[in-house]
């Protein structure tokens, strides 16, 4: 298909693109997803994490530069890091992973405005021990920026290693899965979960249902694409069950916490790209670009 070359409507100070490994935010070299499965490939989803304490998965993540993992705040009851470990490149949790990294965590910083009773501003953030190494199975996923939009219909996908169904554990050997699913208005949303859904959350699901993120994907990435990144737009929140007709999953929504984000990674900071989302099944992306200080640019390419 043609390439287009538009320029933004407006001129943003003060905001990092990609930071400086752009080229490294939201690819996936080894992922070709056009249609869905259950176990996703090794490699598919490299900025996936899986969350363990005392020698078990508990929640997910996504690695968003090279030593900070971003998460769900409802994980830490405690944001003490004693026994916590964050694996990257991993494919299953009951046999060898060849391409894995593993780190402990230096400091667990929830969202200051978390409120735990309708799980609003749910967003966490986990700084490694030390960098990982980027390969082909470990890499960054991009962040929606501040203004991303994403249409209802606009597909995602969810990958974690949580439960197949209500008190269902994941199979031996527990390969992480994906599933894609459509994004839902926050209206059609907030009907089904009677006026709790904020700004700060954005849901995905059908309606009737069979498709979810269920207990144990808790941190774990919502991600869109357009033709060549790979974009998140939401955070694992919670759900009525797993995969309920007319009740979707509800995800905290990434583009509401650029600057919290960025006020916390001083450095290196995350790539937050803008995502358009027209209920198709990908969007257009505008990455932010760093220059010279006096001057900054933006340009959206769009497929």
Same mark, same amino acid.
């Given at each position: 298909?043609?390439?287009?070359?538009?320029? @933004?409507?407006?001129?943003?100070?003060?905001?990092?693109?990609?930071?400086?490994?752009?080229?490294?935010?939201?690819?996936? /070299?080894?992922?070709?997803?056009?249609?869905?499965?259950?176990?996703?490939?090794?490699?598919?989803?490299?900025?996936?994490?899986?969350?363990? &304490?005392?020698?078990?998965?508990?929640?997910?993540?996504?690695?968003?530069?090279?030593?900070?993992?971003?998460?769900?705040?409802? @994980? #830490?009851?405690?944001?003490?890091?004693?026994?916590?470990?964050?694996?990257?490149?991993?494919?299953?949790?009951?046999?060898?992973?060849?391409?894995?990294?593993? &780190?402990?965590?230096?400091?667990?910083?929830?969202?200051?405005?978390?409120?735990?009773?309708?799980?609003?501003?749910?967003?966490?953030?986990l700084q490694l021990s030390s /960098?990982?190494?980027?390969?082909?199975?470990? &890499?960054?996923?991009?962040?929606?920026?501040s203004g991303s939009v994403f249409?209802?219909?606009?597909?995602?996908?969810?990958?974690?290693?949580?439960?197949?169904?209500?008190?269902?554990?994941?199979?031996f050997p527990q390969t992480l899965?994906?599933?894609?699913?459509?994004?839902?208005?926050?209206?059609?949303?907030?009907?089904?979960?009677?006026?709790?859904?904020?700004?700060?959350?954005? @849901?995905?699901?059908?309606?009737?249902?069979?498709?979810?993120?269920?207990?144990?994907?808790?941190?774990?990435?919502?991600?869109?694409?357009?033709?060549?990144?790979?974009?998140?737009?939401?955070?694992?929140?919670?759900?009525?069950?797993?995969?309920? /007709?007319?009740? /979707?999953?509800?995800?905290?929504?990434?583009?509401?916490?650029?600057?919290?984000?960025?006020?916390?990674?001083?450095?290196?900071?995350?790539?937050?790209?803008?995502?358009?989302?027209?209920?198709?099944?990908?969007?257009?992306?505008?990455?932010?670009?760093?220059?010279?200080?006096?001057?900054?640019?933006? #340009?959206?390419?769009?497929?």
């Amino acid at each position: 298909m043609g390439v287009k070359l538009l320029v @933004c409507g407006v001129v943003l100070l003060g905001l990092t693109g990609c930071y400086a490994q752009s080229d490294d935010c939201g690819i996936a /070299p080894l992922n070709n997803k056009i249609v869905g499965g259950e176990d996703a490939p090794a490699g598919a989803w490299p900025w996936q994490a899986s969350l363990h &304490r005392s020698g078990s998965h508990f929640c997910g993540g996504s690695l968003i530069n090279d030593q900070w993992v971003l998460t769900a705040a409802h @994980c #830490f009851e405690s944001t003490s890091t004693d026994g916590l470990i964050v694996y990257l490149g991993r494919e299953n949790q009951q046999l060898f992973n060849l391409n894995e990294q593993s &780190r402990t965590v230096s400091q667990v910083i929830n969202h200051p405005d978390y409120d735990d009773t309708p799980n609003n501003n749910d967003v966490s953030l986990l700084q490694l021990s030390s /960098p990982v190494e980027f390969t082909n199975y470990i &890499r960054p996923v991009c962040l929606a920026a501040s203004g991303s939009v994403f249409e209802a219909g606009t597909t995602t996908w969810v990958t974690g290693w949580g439960t197949i169904r209500s008190g269902v554990s994941l199979p031996f050997p527990q390969t992480l899965q994906e599933v894609s699913v459509p994004v839902v208005s926050n209206s059609k949303c907030s009907e089904a979960y009677t006026g709790i859904i904020t700004s700060n959350m954005i @849901c995905a699901g059908l309606d009737e249902g069979g498709k979810d993120s269920c207990q144990g994907d808790s941190g774990g990435p919502m991600v869109s694409k357009n033709s060549s990144r790979w974009v998140q737009a939401g955070v694992v929140s919670f759900g009525r069950g797993c995969a309920e /007709p007319n009740f /979707p999953g509800v995800y905290a929504r990434v583009s509401e916490y650029q600057s919290w984000i960025n006020s916390q990674i001083t450095s290196n900071q995350p790539g937050f790209v803008a995502f358009q989302g027209n209920g198709s099944t990908s969007g257009s992306t505008c990455l932010l670009l760093s220059l010279v200080p006096v001057f900054l640019s933006l #340009f959206l390419l769009s497929w």
